[in-house]
């Protein structure tokens, strides 16, 4: 598609703040006012519609399908949304070790023990970690504690909060995201422990280095995103 507009800017309008093109206000996919409650959000979304080209690529609207995913799908259904990812909290990537003894468990050990420990400190919980791939349930009063975490999180931050527990295959790791002080590449490093542990032992193909990097910056897009939200 040829862009259709000069400029992009972020306006205030009742309720928040919203995206402008060429005076004229955006809506969402699903033909709902794309309003969101900060204006350094506004800002942010605003800049994706200016760096578009001559040509307009939808794959670079990250933070737009985000805004969208919000106002489109989860508010019109938190229950689900939160029940999703719930899910990644009962399979969670760092709580599935290779079989004690391995050289990989103690790399798995010593990169993901840290930020399990901190999660279960935090919400006064406890996850099960698992040696090998055969499913074990997770205690179902740590299920019910995150589920209430989740439940304190606005629309947005949720929205931004399943693209990150996506990314990485953990809720631990997505809700480390979303703090004020979150590394994004620290944070992609651990939840790529194991791909990046193959590809020490085998080596790195250019596909998996393009695809490693497009996947970190999308995941460091959301993370942006949650705290333009959070104002």
Not at 24 to 30: E, L, S, V
Not at 58 to 69: E, I
Request: glycine share 6%.
């Amino acid at each position: 598609m040829k862009r259709f507009y000069k400029e992009a800017a972020a306006a205030p309008v009742a309720g928040g703040w919203q995206v402008t093109l060429d005076g004229r206000a955006i809506k969402t996919a699903g033909g709902r006012p794309q309003i969101v409650q900060s204006e350094a959000a506004a800002t942010l979304l605003a800049r994706e519609w200016a760096d578009q080209g001559e040509e307009i690529d939808p794959a670079r609207f990250l933070l737009r399908d985000l805004a969208d995913y919000a106002l489109d799908v989860v508010a019109a259904d938190r229950a689900d949304v939160i029940a999703t990812l719930l899910r990644y909290a009962e399979t969670d990537t760092l709580c599935y070790r290779a079989e004690a003894g391995e050289p990989l468990e103690a790399r798995q050990i010593e990169v993901w023990e840290p930020l399990l420990k901190a999660a279960e400190a935090r919400w006064d919980i406890h996850f099960e970690r698992i040696g090998g791939v055969i499913h074990r349930p997770q205690p179902a009063a740590t299920l019910k504690r995150l589920e209430a975490v989740l439940q304190a999180e606005d629309d947005f931050a949720l929205a931004a909060l399943n693209t990150l527990t996506t990314l990485a295959a953990s809720l631990v790791i997505g809700l480390a995201a979303l703090a004020a002080d979150a590394d994004a590449d620290a944070l992609w490093d651990i939840a790529n422990l194991e791909e990046d542990w193959q590809a020490e032992l085998w080596g790195k193909e250019a596909e998996y280095v393009e695809r490693r990097a497009r996947r970190l910056a999308t995941f460091t897009a959301a993370m942006e995103f949650a705290r333009a939200v959070r104002g």
